[in-house]
């Protein structure tokens, strides 16, 4: 707000390599629409040309995203494709996307929809997949983290509000420690600092 606003975009893999933690890219909020801000997000971000028409109703939210995809890792331009011949290609494909109506992207299913926007070209439909909302915060991760902040800290921080309240940032989940969770934080701890190295001395 105010011109302060961010916009957020994470990206958590099911496949994680151990330790490897969540990617999020954060940039200005900048555009007058979702789609608008998430098209400059992946030209900042990724460095791609990106187009993307969003539309929803109280049923259903669909987008067409169409991506000029960098020639390396990628299927090899034919010989004697040009630089031009590739920029008219995804001009056209812009194009093609721009006719695309709120009521056509909405009630149109995907076939029928890119086969009428892309009757010319070679079209491969991927099967349909159901995407569900799942964050992967917990209690004790959230209680890891006030423990990175220290018990001075923590102690200081419960003698002032009397307990702490952490809304997760990215699903809005509410978890609170009062003073007893947060003295049991690091109850074990300092249990284990308690105990004495066994002498080494031999009698």
Not at 35 to 43: H, L, R, S
Not at 70 to 89: M, W
Not at 160 to 180: A, M, P, R, T
């Amino acid at each position: 707000q105010h011109g302060n606003g961010r916009f957020v975009i994470t990206l958590d893999p099911n496949d994680k390599l151990p330790g490897q933690q969540a990617y999020q890219g954060i940039v200005p909020i900048d555009g007058e629409s979702i789609a608008v801000i998430i098209e400059n997000y992946m030209m900042r971000s990724e460095q791609l040309d990106t187009k993307l028409w969003l539309a929803t109703n109280d049923q259903v939210t669909r987008g067409l995203l169409l991506q000029k995809l960098p020639n390396h890792g990628g299927i090899e331009l034919a010989a004697n494709t040009s630089q031009e011949d590739e920029e008219d290609a995804w001009n056209r494909a812009v194009l093609l996307g721009n006719t695309l109506k709120y009521d056509e992207l909405v009630n149109t299913d995907i076939n029928t929809l890119m086969t009428r926007l892309f009757w010319e070209e070679t079209i491969r439909v991927f099967d349909l997949q159901h995407p569900q909302f799942q964050c992967s915060c917990n209690r004790e991760k959230v209680g890891n983290m006030l423990k990175m902040l220290g018990q001075e800290e923590i102690n200081s921080a419960i003698a002032e509000l009397n307990q702490l309240s952490i809304n997760c940032d990215f699903c809005g989940k509410h978890y609170s420690f009062d003073q007893v969770d947060c003295a049991q934080l690091f109850a074990l701890d300092n249990v284990i600092e308690g105990i004495d190295t066994p002498s080494q001395q031999k009698h």
